[in-house]
């Protein structure tokens, strides 16, 4: 059973996709048999909204499904009710960045390339609060700035996600605040690149051009493999999901290719040292 309502959510989704497909059953014919429009289960078998357990029951009798398969998705959809800790910032978090959080939530890898801001997963409160004065204003920052802070919860615990993350060195020295802020976030970039299941590197100028110049990504995989792995995208206005497994192998085979071209971890972790003493 996933924790995360919005990975349960994606589950059920693709679960009654593929249910519907085998049956040889139209997005046309099956609305019609359930009641129910064609916009609106495709946008249930797309995850853009929920199903209710009992509409569950009724799509698996449809598509013939009985016993403890059947059993088995009813119980992942009445999860998929639940609300997620995430959801209690909907008045500061946008839907689509929600659904965002909801599979980081669960993730049990995490690979990212950022070239510009330190990640939100690393950062600190104040450098947080800079980045969203800058970004988004000063209006509900309170609020913004703890939804990220409880985010960073997966990087500790009984089980906290594995993350590989490959800065731009160019985020080591943009001054997105005072040299006060500056100093705490590389500090803190340190202190975080010594838990064993964070990997920080470096991007060094000097590594020149490479196959990520315009994309900012981030590669998600969920302990459960019938979960399929996830790129998302991101800009100021929306956030985008890429599901096909082609897309994610393009994009991990990227993040290798990143991964060499930066300094190793160690290297890094000496790179960001001398970042932090120009700050100090």
Not at 53 to 80: F, N
Not at 183 to 195: F, I, N, R, T
Not at 217 to 234: C, G, K, N, R, S
């Amino acid at each position: 059973m996933t924790a995360s309502p919005t990975v349960r959510r994606r589950r059920i989704a693709r679960e009654l996709r593929q249910l519907r497909e085998r049956a040889g059953m139209t997005l046309d014919v099956a609305a019609r048999q359930l009641d129910m429009s064609k916009s609106n289960l495709s946008r249930i078998e797309n995850a853009q909204i929920g199903i209710k357990p009992r509409d569950v029951r009724a799509a698996l009798a449809l598509y013939q499904v009985t016993g403890s398969d059947a059993e088995a998705l009813i119980e992942i959809a009445r999860g998929a009710q639940q609300r997620g800790w995430w959801q209690h910032y909907s008045d500061v978090l946008p839907e689509w960045f929600e659904f965002y959080v909801g599979l980081e939530a669960e993730a049990a890898t995490l690979r990212t390339y950022e070239a510009e801001a330190v990640p939100g997963l690393l950062q600190t409160e104040a450098y947080a609060r800079e980045v969203y004065r800058l970004t988004a204003g000063e209006e509900d920052l309170d609020r913004k700035v703890a939804a990220r802070l409880r985010r960073q919860n997966v990087l500790r615990g009984d089980q906290p996600v594995d993350l590989s993350v490959v800065l731009n060195e160019s985020v080591l020295l943009r001054p997105v605040s005072d040299r006060g802020v500056m100093a705490g976030q590389l500090s803190h970039l340190e202190d975080v690149a010594q838990l064993p299941n964070v990997t920080i590197q470096v991007l060094p100028f000097e590594a020149g051009g490479h196959p990520a110049l315009n994309s900012p990504y981030v590669i998600l995989t969920f302990p459960d493999a019938a979960d399929a792995a996830v790129v998302y995208l991101e800009n100021l206005t929306t956030g985008l999901a890429l599901e096909e497994a082609a897309q994610v192998r393009s994009y991990s085979l990227v993040h290798e290719r990143l991964r060499q071209l930066a300094l190793d971890p160690a290297a890094s972790l000496v790179r960001l040292k001398e970042a932090s003493r120009y700050f100090t």
